[in-house]
């Protein structure tokens, strides 16, 4: 069901992620008590779900050890009734062994995962971005010029027999058109079972651009490929990030924000924290007559098992 038809929104939010480093923004949170305030703020402010990386609180360094997201897991659990996703895209830099371990582990409702393999370039963030606190971070940028963000078939389905008997359903990340195909490939095989939570990806350099054509391209695709089966969401990167929200929830989609995505509030106006760049998107659905999508709501939309079904 669209949300045109429903009336209802999911908002998702995406904490910190891997791809901004911690110089970049003095509101990006890297502390797993920063972490679960942001996370907790977002869902107090109409974020349905809550999209979870975890740091080295020391150095702001991606870490996807079980005991990173052990740190903050319980305590936005206890203040939210919000439905947690894990990552299992973790890095770039890591291998899928590392990267599901956290969802293999806790056993979330939802957990993302990414459908294909792509060119992951951070590096034109060097223009922007010249002076930072920790020696890791413009290593970390610059080496994406030769970085490939592997994801096999074998990878997904790695991920996909990992989880299998946890109950645990997936947001599945595709970053271009071929990405669709590749859910395609797995629901034939009867891998997967609807409704499918598709998360398309704009604006990251080595996947499909922010353009308003590509958007409904993507979405055309998905409408062809999968029907009423599957649930539409979107997300920008950087100054896209709004505008292809608007773009989604008008044609029927679901939309996600934070820092992750981008750094931004505005032009030129860094986000102070995750939960405003809910509120922007708050403005948005309603605007358009619509209204924001309850966690329960949420989990009736995409048919997850529950709030007292996950392992943490």
């Known amino acids: 069901m669209s949300s045109l038809r429903s009336g209802k929104v999911i908002i998702s939010c995406a904490i910190t992620g891997a791809i901004h480093t911690p110089s970049m923004s003095p509101y990006l949170p890297i502390t797993p008590e920063q972490i679960a305030k942001e996370a907790v703020a977002a869902a ?13 609180p020391e150095t702001g360094k991606p870490d996807q050890s079980p005991e990173a997201f052990a740190r903050f897991l319980p305590d936005i659990k206890a203040q939210t009734n919000a439905v947690i996703n894990i990552t ?30 792509i060119n992951f370039g951070l590096y034109r963030m060097l223009e922007r971005h010249t002076e930072f606190k920790y020696d890791w971070e413009k290593p970390h940028l610059e080496s994406t010029r030769d970085l490939v963000f592997r994801n096999s078939f074998q990878d997904i389905e790695y991920i996909l027999e990992t989880c299998y008997d946890n109950g645990t359903r997936f947001e599945f990340e595709c970053y271009d058109i071929a990405h669709l195909y590749n859910l395609a490939h797995f629901v034939d095989r009867g891998l997967v079972k609807p409704p499918f939570f598709i998360q398309s990806v704009f604006g990251l350099l080595g996947g499909i651009g922010p353009h308003a054509e590509d958007v409904a391209h993507m979405k055309r695709t998905a409408d062809r490929l999968f029907g009423d089966s599957f649930r539409w969401s979107v997300l920008g990167a950087g100054a896209s990030q709004l505008r292809i929200a608007a773009q989604s929830v008008s044609l029927g989609g679901n939309l996600r924000v934070g820092l992750e995505d981008s750094l931004w509030a505005g032009k ?16 948005i659905v309603e605007g358009l007559g619509l209204n924001l999508a309850s966690p329960d709501e949420a989990r009736e939309i995409l048919g997850l098992k529950g709030f007292d079904k996950v392992a943490f």
């Open 44 to 56: 107090e402010a109409g974020a349905a779900i809550l999209h979870l990386h975890a740091r080295d």
């Open 268 to 283: 030129g106006k860094l986000a102070t924290s995750n939960a405003i760049q809910v509120e922007l998107a708050k403005k």
């Open 88 to 117: 299992t895209g973790g890095s770039p830099y890591m291998r899928v062994e590392e990267r599901v371990k956290p969802a293999a582990t806790f056993k979330p409702e939802l957990a993302s995962l990414n459908m294909g393999s």
